[in-house]
């Protein structure tokens, strides 16, 4: 399984944060796993930010630190899944990962930076 | 939130030395049905993510060298390599999954003195 990023590297502040999570080997509509966007940076650590899974029907489940700005969304037809963080400030830079979770996450995307600056 | 504590922050030891790194979680992650701990250990270097070393507290993922071991149960955990090795030069982060949102420990920092 391998999950391959694609995004922009620089946003501008209130701009919208858009990247792309591509899955191989695995199917974004398992009923096994849920796919998760988790960001780090010097100042928070690892912070997961949230997730997408099915089970029957779509779930989504966000941190309470974004959840008002956030969107992940899967897309079967390309198997893959992205995520949006609207109203972006330098806060929000950060290294972005990707990752599938059975539980524990145990495939990574290798990572975006991603730099919030005019 | 289940909140992740990690420690020592930093650690150097010498080349074949044990190391120890422990985890504490501020509530239990010891799910009572099936009497297993939702917590994973894993290896971060420099410029890669993450890399699953341990879950269920204790199995160690396929590869991962057997000198890594973990060890615990309901709130405190711990990580052990038996004999440091110079690859073994890390980051090291605890993180629960009993509940979300998912939380990781701020990182132990393991060094080669």
């Known amino acids: 399984v391998q999950l391959q990023q694609s995004g922009p590297g620089l946003v501008k502040p209130s701009q919208t944060l858009s990247l792309t999570c591509a899955i191989s080997?695995?199917?974004?509509?398992?009923?096994?796993?849920?796919w998760n966007w988790i960001r780090q940076s010097p100042s928070r650590g690892l912070e997961w930010l949230g997730r997408?899974?099915?089970?029957?029907?779509?779930?989504?489940d966000y941190a309470v630190s974004v959840k008002s700005r956030i969107t992940i969304n899967p897309d079967t037809s390309k198997n893959h899944f992205s995520l949006q963080l609207n109203s972006v400030t330098p806060e929000d830079t950060a290294v972005y990962y990707c990752?599938?979770?059975?539980?524990?996450?145990?495939?990574w995307g290798k990572g975006t930076t991603v730099t919030v600056s005019s | 939130d289940i909140v992740m504590t990690q420690s020592p922050d930093s650690l150097a030891l010498s080349l074949g030395e044990r190391a120890t790194i422990n985890c504490k979680s501020s509530?239990?992650?010891?799910?009572?049905?099936?009497?297993?701990?939702?917590l994973a250990w894993y290896q971060q270097k420099p410029g890669q993510p993450p890399k699953l070393l341990i879950y269920?507290?204790?199995t160690r993922e396929s590869g991962v060298p057997d000198r890594f071991s973990g060890s615990g149960s309901g709130t405190d955990f711990t990580l052990t390599v038996s004999s440091l090795q110079a690859e073994d030069v890390a980051v090291y982060y605890c993180?629960?999954?009993?509940?979300?949102?998912?939380?990781f420990g701020q990182g132990t920092k393991l060094e080669i003195k």
């Open positions: 990752a599938r979770d059975r539980y524990y996450m145990d495939v």
């Open positions: 080997g695995d199917s974004v509509s398992s009923d096994s796993a849920a």
């Open positions: 997408t899974y099915y089970r029957s029907n779509w779930y989504h």
């Open positions: 509530q239990s992650v010891l799910y009572s049905s099936n009497s297993k701990n939702y």
């Open positions: 269920w507290a204790s």
């Open positions: 993180q629960q999954y009993f509940s979300s949102p998912r939380t």
